[in-house]
């Protein structure tokens, strides 16, 4: 039983960074994969990308791939979204989630509060 808690957003300029936490409370972290997902206004929910248990897989969205980078720290019970170069088109709430694997995301239909970010001048 887990819960994820999503913190780090902000306000941030156009090629700035930002990076984004997921915290997670209680037990069994290091046995689930964690995705990030980004919801622009008006647009649905998009996966942006995800970390295996063990972190020896890893995959990207296109649209970020070479400015953001997934991690996870399994001692802090904490994933993270590192997001570089960051663009207009990046702002809006991010969330994250855990499932078995990376595969396997989609069949988790719980979303918490998710974390804002504004990329603006």
């Known amino acids: 039983q887990l819960t994820l808690v999503e913190s780090g957003g902000g306000l941030v300029q156009p090629g700035g960074s930002l990076r984004l936490s997921c915290a997670a409370v209680g037990d069994g972290f290091d046995h689930y994969a964690v995705g990030w997902f980004h919801q622009a206004p008006g647009r649905e929910r998009e996966a942006v990308s995800c970390i295996s248990n063990n972190a020896a897989e890893t995959n990207y969205a296109s649209s970020v791939k070479g400015r953001f980078t997934i991690s996870r720290d399994n001692v802090k019970n904490t994933a993270y979204l590192q997001m570089n170069d960051v663009k207009p088109e990046d702002s809006g709430t991010y969330y994250c989630?855990?499932?078995?694997?990376?595969?396997?995301?989609?069949?988790?239909?719980?979303w918490g509060q998710g974390t804002r970010v504004t990329v603006s001048p």
């Open positions: 989630k855990e499932a078995p694997t990376c595969a396997t995301l989609h069949l988790n239909h719980y």
